[in-house]
């Protein structure tokens, strides 16, 4: 026999507790928590080998993707919709590993560029099939959940403030 639904459960706990109203968009709440740490761990497991976290895979999808194959500092966070803390970190660690180089714009010494190595370029390519073959093309809801799901998360993410197009 299989444990029940825990998030199923709190729901009950939080209706019998004389919150109602609040319990559905708990349990909606907890279960995207719960599916963001599984989707997570999936994600990290098939980047490991790679030496990479989802944080530095995508600065370096980002990159693979510019046609300089090198991006400000300051650009990389805008896109990734992160603190310039995080990106530093980031690219700092992508250095260490000799994923990313960091550059001074010729035209302006103040901007600092990001800029992607060969070796970077390898990286990024094979574990981007990875994801792309382990993860993403299978992630669990057949395709057109994938897309409604996809729609239904953009609304809440523009429900609280993202930038949705």
Same mark, same amino acid.
């Given at each position: 026999?299989? #444990?029940?639904?825990?998030?199923?459960?709190?729901?009950?706990?939080?209706?019998?507790?004389?919150?109602?109203?609040?319990?559905?968009?708990?349990?909606? $709440?907890?279960?995207? $928590?719960?599916?963001?740490?599984?989707?997570?761990?999936? &994600?990290?497991?098939? !980047? /490991?080998?790679?030496?990479?976290?989802?944080?530095?895979?995508?600065?370096?999808?980002?990159?693979?993707?510019? *046609? *300089?194959?090198?991006?400000?500092?300051? /650009?990389?966070?805008?896109?990734?919709?992160?603190?310039?803390?995080? &990106?530093?970190?980031?690219?700092?660690? !992508?250095?260490?590993?000799?994923?990313?180089?960091? !550059?001074?714009?010729?035209?302006?010494?103040?901007? $600092?560029?990001?800029?992607?190595?060969?070796?970077?370029?390898?990286?990024?390519?094979?574990?981007?099939?990875?994801?792309?073959?382990?993860?993403?093309?299978?992630?669990?809801?057949?395709?057109? #959940?994938?897309?409604?799901?996809? /729609?239904?998360?953009?609304?809440?993410?523009?429900?609280?403030?993202?930038? $949705?197009?």
């Amino acid at each position: 026999m299989t #444990d029940p639904d825990p998030i199923s459960g709190a729901h009950e706990q939080w209706v019998s507790h004389g919150w109602a109203d609040a319990a559905d968009g708990m349990a909606l $709440v907890t279960s995207i $928590v719960r599916a963001q740490q599984l989707v997570h761990e999936r &994600v990290e497991s098939v !980047l /490991r080998p790679h030496g990479l976290t989802f944080a530095r895979f995508e600065i370096l999808r980002l990159l693979a993707f510019s *046609r *300089r194959r090198s991006m400000p500092m300051s /650009r990389l966070g805008s896109l990734l919709q992160v603190h310039a803390t995080s &990106v530093t970190s980031a690219v700092a660690r !992508l250095e260490a590993q000799g994923l990313v180089e960091r !550059l001074r714009r010729e035209t302006d010494r103040r901007v $600092v560029l990001a800029s992607l190595t060969a070796a970077g370029e390898r990286v990024v390519e094979q574990a981007t099939r990875d994801l792309n073959e382990q993860v993403f093309t299978s992630p669990g809801l057949d395709p057109e #959940d994938v897309r409604a799901t996809t /729609r239904l998360l953009s609304s809440l993410r523009a429900a609280h403030g993202d930038t $949705v197009r």
